[in-house]
């Protein structure tokens, strides 16, 4: 069973930072590309950051220089370092995996509120 557990989100001021976490279980973690999504209301998910099997990234133009994705092979988990945040990074964050065959599959979410 797999599954994905995000926590970390907050309310912060702008030009502050935070640090979101997700714990993954149930998946071959050390083969597997993870990303982080937001979804802000009324706006569709995008896709906000990925981290590959061999540790390479990218990111949404949004984001560059100011979000740093990581993971831990050993604790089967993934970060996401947020700095500098702005009013327009309100969003419920998402831990997610696409497996080959089995589909994409996504944590609960974690509100971060930024607030100016």
């Known amino acids: 069973q797999v599954q994905l557990v995000e926590s970390g989100g907050g309310l912060v001021q702008a030009g502050e930072s935070l640090r979101l976490s997700c714990a993954a279980s149930g998946i071959i973690f050390s083969i597997n590309a993870m990303d982080w999504y937001r979804q802000a209301p009324g706006k569709q998910r995008e896709l906000v950051a990925t981290?590959?099997?061999?540790?390479?990234?990218n990111y949404a133009d949004s984001v560059k220089g100011r979000f740093t994705v990581s993971r831990d092979y050993a604790k089967n988990s993934v970060y996401l370092r947020m700095n500098s945040l702005k009013p327009e990074d309100t969003a419920v964050y998402y831990c997610s995996v696409n497996l080959a065959r089995r589909g994409r599959y996504w944590g609960q979410g974690t509100q971060v509120t930024v607030s100016s």
């Open positions: 981290v590959t099997p061999d540790g390479n990234t």
